[in-house]
């Protein structure tokens, strides 16, 4: 996958989270912190499930549009 590929990705995924789940921006640190690590968390378990790599491409997307709304909301 190419660096484009992968950020439109992100940036897709973002978009969806804010639209279509209703993802509210994050209020602090703390909650960014929370919702990060649990995405990351859930990237871990997929890679030792040894899960196939569309899973493990869902996960780490999603991983990526939480650290996306860390920059931008936070930042």
């Not at 969806?16 to 921006?25: D, E, I, N, S, T």
Request: charged share 25%; hydrophobic share 45%; net charge negative.
């Amino acid at each position: 996958m190419y660096k484009e590929q992968a950020l439109r990705l992100i940036a897709d995924e973002h978009t969806r989270a804010r639209q279509v789940l209703k993802f509210a921006p994050f209020h602090d640190y703390h909650q960014a912190h929370s919702i990060i690590l649990e995405e990351l968390d859930e990237l871990w378990a997929d890679i030792k499930g040894k899960q196939n790599p569309e899973d493990l491409q869902a996960e780490a997307t999603q991983l990526g549009a939480m650290v996306l709304s860390f920059l931008i909301d936070l930042c």
